[in-house]
């Protein structure tokens, strides 16, 4: 079927059922950002692969509605499906509830597929569109009848983390967990974020490509704990061990009928950002439901000292491997045919090679010249273009190691850039640096080290469409809450133990894009009369490309930093490499 036919297909469901909008939103059961090929909604209706976005289907339209990340991707991924992109003001807004109450008239009724909408979204939708008189059905997969050989669920194995690994039992997780349910004066707690599950079980999987996560539901209650998974995941051993930690195992398919049967009079813990419509729909209405962000969300977020140290380790064997390809591309750019998938192919082989390495924790963005302005661009046979001595290159790459979870970008000059070109780098650095020094109180929150972050690129009326940070798990999803670097107020502050990304950058589309990025982690710098003060420590560990820097543009202790930077790096990484290696990188670290 084309993508045309498919979108016929809906809109005979929805004529047949008097529906005038369906809403089709990036999701899984779980709300998950990352889905197994089941869940690939938009990809299959539309063409557009992008991990956000929202397809909306009327009678006479049907519209992307997504952010400035994918702009251009999805204008070409879009072409003769049938759907136009609708930009986004402001990212992971539903901006398309307003062009609904404007365009349908009073007494129409939008569907959806409760499995596939967060309680907030769901109740948002509810709310805003009865204001109008258009009603909601919930209850509508116009998916499946059109979808033939829609993939099953993913039936890899998963397995069970030593504490070794993780720093903490799921006995000691279960309890913190529970404690905090207490003073929610809860009974239940219903999780179904695989990031979590994964987090309080010290599980592991392969259920959803980058991310080594199982999927599966708990539902943590006054007599013990259920997790609902396919039982065949996991060992008899590995079974024990969750039985001796009182945690019984349940078919996944179970948690409906679980909720359902919550005795009248109890409550429970529900996080509506985390938790599918449909499930909050099995819980009777007798049980009294409180809403917030799941406990686990929080504890995951600060990481425990073994957490942190593993993590250290991790980012010295993930330099290595960055340092061997960077070398391998400096020696061969010019002299043999390399394009943007050959060299992502070959710098998975070198991470490969590092001790606990998993995979990769997300597709690499490996964008020469104007596919460097597409943040989020990932090459395909139609797109891959060669890399010639000539141009900027932008590398935005990732490893999953049991020992930590990894995210850099950098940028490298591989011949002949123009003046613009080492404006806008050195700005890009300037800004990074800014935001992995800056000192900040206690409290503070994401979008003041977004503003500290950004003044470097405001201050020569530059900016970029994207936050400035996200948190990484720890062995876990890259993308990661509760905290997050972006202009919007989000209430959650910054707090020792948190690893965020640190990446500012510039894009200028059909030429080039520059970002750079590190990973830090907040940690405690100083107490004086007037509170206490954080910072952060860089995490991330491979060379920054000096050769394109204009060096009057930094100040001195921007020098200092990039200096000692790139110091830091051989010595941490030196013991690890040969001579040829080591003399290759500290050329590439000489101060400026």
Same mark, same amino acid.
């Given at each position: ?21 369906? /809403? ?14 089941? =869940? ?39 072409? #003769? ?9 402001? *990212?992971?807004? !539903? ?31 509810? $709310? ?28 890899? $194995? ?43 079980? &010290? ?24 997790? =609902? ?23 996944? +398919? ?30 009777? *209405? ?23 140290? &593993?993590? %250290? ?5 993930? +330099?290595?491997?960055? $340092? ?5 591309? #400096? ?17 998975? *082989? ?10 990769? @924790? ?27 001595? #000539? ?47 800056? %000192? ?12 500290? $972050? ?8 530059? &900016? ?43 894009? %200028? !589309? ?14 405690? #710098?100083?107490? @004086? ?29 921007? /020098? ?33």
């Amino acid at each position: 079927m084309t993508y045309k036919d498919k979108l016929a297909g809906i809109r005979s469901q929805m004529e047949k059922d008097q529906v005038e909008a369906y /809403i089709i939103p990036s999701a899984d059961p779980h709300i998950s950002e990352y889905v197994p090929d089941r =869940y690939k909604c938009i990809a299959f209706t539309s063409g557009f692969t992008g991990s956000a976005g929202t397809l909306v289907i009327t009678h006479d339209f049907a519209g992307l509605w997504t952010d400035a990340r994918y702009f251009v991707q999805a204008e070409e991924q879009l072409q #003769d499906s049938g759907f136009q992109l609708v930009k986004l003001q402001a *990212q992971a807004t !539903p901006e398309y509830i307003a062009w609904l109450t404007g365009r349908l008239n009073e007494g129409a009724t939008v569907a959806f597929d409760a499995n596939l909408i967060s309680i907030q979204l769901a109740e948002l939708l509810e $709310t805003e569109l009865s204001f109008a008189g258009i009603k909601i059905s919930s209850d509508k997969d116009y998916l499946s009848p059109v979808w033939e050989n829609r993939p099953g669920l993913p039936s890899e $194995t998963a397995y069970l983390l030593s504490d070794t690994i993780t720093g903490k039992t799921v006995s000691s997780k279960l309890e913190e967990v529970k404690a905090a349910l207490s003073k929610y004066r809860t009974h239940y707690h219903l999780i179904s974020s695989l990031d979590d599950i994964a987090w309080l079980f &010290n599980i592991r999987g392969s259920d959803v490509k980058c991310n080594p996560v199982v999927l599966a539901f708990a539902l943590l209650k006054p007599e013990g704990t259920s997790l =609902y998974i396919d039982e065949t995941k996991l060992s008899a051993q590995e079974k024990n061990q969750l039985s001796e930690c009182g945690v019984e195992l349940e078919p996944y +398919g179970g948690v409906s009928n679980a909720l359902a049967s919550i005795p009248a009079g109890s409550s429970i813990l529900v996080d509506p950002k985390r938790n599918c419509f449909a499930l909050y729909q099995q819980i009777p *209405q007798s049980v009294k439901v409180v809403f917030d962000t799941n406990p686990s969300t929080n504890f995951k977020a600060l990481k425990n000292a073994t957490e942190i140290a &593993n993590t %250290r380790r991790t980012m010295i064997r993930d +330099g290595v491997a960055l $340092t061997r390809f960077f070398k391998w591309l #400096d020696e061969n750019i010019g002299r043999s045919r390399l394009t943007e998938i050959s060299v992502a192919e070959r710098l998975y *082989q070198f991470r490969a090679e590092q001790e606990d390495f998993v995979g990769e @924790s997300f597709d690499t963005i490996a964008g020469y010249k104007e596919h460097g302005a597409l943040p989020h661009y990932k090459a395909t046979p139609q797109s891959d273009v060669e890399l010639k001595a #000539d141009g900027l290159f932008l590398l935005d790459s990732g490893g999953q190691y049991k020992s930590g979870t990894t995210d850099i970008t950098r940028v490298v000059s591989l011949g002949n850039i123009t003046d613009e070109e080492k404006i806008d780098y050195t700005l890009v650095l300037k800004g990074m640096i800014e935001g992995s020094t800056a %000192r900040f109180p206690k409290g503070s929150k994401g979008y003041q080290i977004d503003a500290i $972050t950004r003044k470097p690129l405001w201050d020569h009326a530059r &900016n970029y469409g994207h936050g400035t940070g996200h948190g990484v798990g720890y062995f876990l999803n890259v993308h990661e809450g509760p905290q997050i670097f972006n202009p919007s107020n989000w209430p959650v502050e910054i707090e020792p133990g948190m690893i965020t990304s640190v990446e500012p950058g510039i894009y %200028r !589309p059909f030429k080039y894009g520059i970002r750079i990025e590190n990973l830090v982690l907040t940690v405690v #710098d100083e107490i @004086s009369e007037f509170g206490e003060f954080y910072t952060f420590e860089t995490l991330t560990l491979f060379v920054i490309d000096t050769a394109p820097v204009k060096k009057d543009l930094l100040q001195p202790h921007h /020098i200092e930093w990039l200096n000692n930077y790139n110091e830091e790096v051989v010595a941490k990484l030196g013991p690890l490499l040969d001579e040829e290696e080591l003399r290759w990188l500290k050329e590439k670290a000489k101060a400026i």
